[in-house]
């Protein structure tokens, strides 16, 4: 890979990002970027970049508007998962991107915080987890100069929580937008127990 830092740059491409970018606070759209970044370099390092399964404006698609669900154009009244893959499939639709690949892309998105089922649901759903997950501190699988050249290119806000507290913003929204047992219900009881 010669520019690791490079992004896909087709007129799908530029509408995904800047959708995020219009709609989510700046640390959350950073998120999405190196999400992305870090999804490419492990299916570099895995091989699984020349796997027929592999699409990178998919893999784009699914990175960048994986939390459209956190920003403005959410209407609060499902799990953030879910109202962001419906935007985003809806913007694909937009672009005259095939079903299935719109469906794949859906999916991967709904189920890019699913511990234990994403990597379960094909290569883009499990690059998706995968590359948000890296991004999070979760996921080791990347050597730290990797790391470090999407971080210095995309810094990290001080604080970890940005995430955190949009999830919490969406889930105060309504009682459907943290159902039971999801990561927001988790993380809005944490917050009602401070």
């Known amino acids: 890979m010669d520019d690791i830092l490079a992004l896909p740059a087709g007129p799908l491409a530029r509408a ?11 640390p959350v759209a ?7 970044l870090f ?7 895995d091989g699984s970049a020349d796997d027929a399964a592999y ?5 784009f698609a ?3 508007m994986h939390d459209l669900g956190l920003g403005t154009r959410a209407p609060g009244k499902e799990r953030f998962e879910v109202e962001g893959a419906d935007l985003a499939a809806e913007l694909l639709r937009q672009h005259g991107v095939a079903t299935a690949d719109t469906d794949r892309v859906w999916e991967a998105i709904a189920l890019h915080s699913s511990i234990g089922i994403a990597h379960r649901r094909g290569l883009l759903t499990c690059l998706t987890y995968k590359g948000v997950f890296t991004d ?6 990347l050597s730290e100069d990797l790391r470090q050249q999407v971080f210095a290119a995309y ?3 001080a604080g970890d929580t940005y995430i955190r507290d949009a999830i919490i913003a969406h889930a105060k929204r309504s009682k459907a937008a943290a ?3 999801s990561i927001a219900a988790e993380l809005l009881r944490q917050e009602l127990t401070r």
């Open 30 to 36: 950073g998120h999405s970027i190196r999400s992305f």
């Open 179 to 181: 159902p039971p047992y």
């Open 16 to 26: 995904a990002l800047s959708l995020a970018q219009r709609t989510e606070n700046s």
């Open 62 to 64: 699914a990175c960048i």
């Open 55 to 59: 699409d990178e404006n998919l893999l």
């Open 39 to 45: 999804a490419r370099l492990l299916a570099s390092q």
């Open 136 to 141: 999070a501190g979760q996921v080791t699988d």
């Open 155 to 157: 810094p990290q806000p």
